[in-house]
């Protein structure tokens, strides 16, 4: 009698302990895949922010350097790519794409000492760059919120449930070998 | 932290007691203790900022300095705080406010000048550590706490010296030997009570240094600008004037260049910039 009430009890206290160990997981992987959203709307607004200076930038530059139509095609295909792109992996590739050809776009500029030395386009550059400090500085908080939630996703026991209750990896942003370059030989310079 | 809370609440009762009035003079005075400190605590920092002489700047007086920080806010996540510049030429930086809802950051416009984008970014990223791990909310409520403890011990002293001489005549006899007791721990621990303040104050300051430093480096993700930063703070010999002795655990880096000496570094409210430097190099 006394052992069955002793059986009984532990059974109901192991069921409360496992409920709530769910409960808490649950909630917790809730909250890191809303840091993750919210993160990535953080990079999305200013991938947004810079595709929108993109056709003003082209027209700027094709009142002074009118022939160089390959390189506005680039660069407007690559615009269109990213404003369509709708996962981390795609906006990131589009991104990337769009770096490359505002890079070709930036180096075709150099011939034409008019369009440099035009206020609009100094102006546009600027705000160019810092947009590009803001998505790297958006893409590291990200980042650190994939890593954080793709970990608690993968760690034991967590990863027993997490499957079931829908929660998937998610992909990182990730910047082109060549911007990491880029990056490098800027702080060696300063 | 919250031993602290009862350790003033405690020296506000003890003082009460010492005053002679029992339980509902203590009750009062924790009253007032209560409204002074939650008045301070609303309004240390535009009062911090007055002292100061702070100006806010919005983004276009000086977008440089509005960028780095809006890019460090980003890659950490947190909303811009406020952003005040101080017109002095020594070189120095603080954050203050309450949560990162309401937060603000103060650089001097000599640090600006002094600095390159790296270093200040560095600044920066230390002064949002700041305001993120919630050390501007520890820091205030301490400096709110520190100065209700040093108001009452006064207040105590002042009292005992000059008030105290007729009262035990008014008592009966078996009181009067219970309230001489209370009376002399309440002396000693109104002359103790500010100096444990200032230590409890400052063990919680240097603490926080280091630990924004290394948070701030992981945000950056390059620790030589702060320490660059550090060193030409540091060896710049101007004192900020209008920095004092209640305000300056708050700045970047000390303030108030004294001398040095071993007392100095019992009662610095920051750890030795040398260290400072080298734990970040080592990162």
């Known amino acids: ?190 | 932290m919250v031993l602290f809370v009862v350790f003033v609440a405690a020296v506000v009762e003890l003082i009460a007691l010492a005053l002679g009035g029992g339980y509902i003079a203590g009750i009062i005075v924790l009253i007032f203790a209560g409204i002074f400190v939650t008045i301070s605590y609303y309004s240390s920092s535009s009062m911090v900022l007055g002292i100061s002489q702070a100006r806010e700047v919005k983004h276009d007086e000086n977008p440089d300095l509005y960028n780095v920080v809006e890019n460090l806010c980003i890659g950490s996540g947190m909303p811009v705080p406020k952003i005040y510049i101080i017109n002095d030429t020594a070189p120095n930086a603080f954050a203050t406010g309450r949560d990162p809802q309401h937060a603000t950051i103060a650089v001097t416009s000599g640090l600006l000048q002094k600095l390159d984008k790296l270093e200040l970014e560095g600044v920066i990223a230390h002064e949002l550590s700041h305001i993120k791990n919630y050390d501007i909310r520890l820091m205030t409520l301490v400096v709110v706490l520190v100065g209700l403890v040093a108001l009452l011990a006064d207040f105590m002293l002042r009292f005992t010296f000059f008030g105290s001489g007729r009262r035990p005549s008014n008592r009966g006899r078996g009181e009067g030997l219970g309230g001489a007791l209370i009376l002399i721990i309440a002396l000693v621990a109104a002359i103790l009570a500010p100096i444990a303040a200032q230590l409890i104050k400052l063990a919680i300051s240097r603490g926080r240094e280091y630990l924004a430093d290394s948070s701030g480096a992981l945000l950056t993700r390059y620790p030589e600008g702060l320490a660059r930063a550090l060193e030409k703070i540091s060896a710049d010999k101007e004192p900020l004037e209008v920095a004092n002795k209640a305000t300056e655990h708050l700045y970047i880096t000390n303030p108030l260049k004294g001398h040095k000496s071993w007392a100095n570094n019992l009662f610095s409210t920051h750890p030795p910039i040398d260290e400072r430097i080298r734990r970040l190099r080592a990162m």
């Open chain 1, 1 to 190: 009698m006394n052992a069955a009430l002793l059986a009984i009890i532990i059974i109901v206290v192991l069921v409360i302990v496992i409920a709530l160990f769910i409960w808490g997981l649950y909630n917790s992987l809730v909250r890191s895949r809303m840091q993750v959203k919210e993160s990535w709307s953080g990079i999305d607004v200013q991938l947004k922010r810079r595709s929108s200076l993109i056709p003003n930038l082209v027209e700027t530059v094709k009142g002074y350097a009118t022939h160089e139509r390959e390189v506005f095609e680039n660069v407007t295909k690559a615009r269109a790519a990213l404003m369509s792109a709708g996962d981390a992996k795609s906006a990131a590739e589009a991104n990337n794409q769009l770096t490359g050809a505002l890079k070709t776009l930036f180096a075709v500029a150099e011939n034409y000492p008019q369009l440099k030395a035009s206020e609009n386009f100094m102006q546009l550059q600027k705000e160019l760059s810092d947009i590009e400090a803001k998505i790297a500085f958006a893409r590291q908080f990200y980042n650190s919120n994939v890593l954080s939630y793709n970990t608690k996703i993968q760690v034991f026991p967590n990863v027993l449930l997490a499957r079931s209750f829908g929660f998937t990896q998610s992909e990182f942003f990730t910047a082109t070998e060549e911007e990491k370059a880029d990056v490098k030989v800027s702080f060696e310079k300063k």
